[in-house]
């Protein structure tokens, strides 16, 4: 049974940090490319970062580009997202993604990220 589970998510203040966590079974993760998205209240999902299966090429949406860094352990079928310098519009339910085709894709249930004073 294919399993992605995100944790990591909390309140936190503007300015501040959160590491999200992201933990595969089920499925050959190594092989897959793996994606982070994010959904706000009242918007699309839309797309935050990707990372190769090797790790090799990591890629960025401009308006995170610098404050997020996505990384993996491969050994742990682990993928992450180091969030820092938060801004309030970085409230969203964040959601990870494992890829290697349109139709071999899987999704984790998310996990709410709020940015608040």
């Known amino acids: 049974q294919v399993q992605l589970v995100e944790s990591g998510g909390g309140l936190v203040q503007p300015g501040g940090s959160l590491r999200l966590s992201c933990a595969a079974s089920?499925?050959?993760?190594?092989?897959?490319?793996m994606r982070w998205y994010r959904q706000a209240p009242g918007k699309e999902r839309e797309w935050v970062a990707g990372?190769?299966?090797?790790?090799?090429?990591?890629n960025y949406a401009n308006s995170v580009k610098d404050r997020f860094t996505i990384s993996r352990d491969n050994a742990k079928n682990t993928v992450y997202l180091q969030m820092n310098r938060l801004k309030v519009e970085d409230t969203a339910v964040y959601y990870c993604?494992?890829?290697?085709?349109?139709?071999?894709?899987?999704w984790g249930q998310g996990t709410q990220v709020t940015v608040s004073s």
């Open positions: 089920g499925f050959i993760f190594s092989s897959y490319g």
């Open positions: 990372i190769t299966s090797t790790g090799s090429f990591r």
């Open positions: 993604n494992a890829y290697r085709t349109a139709d071999d894709t899987y």
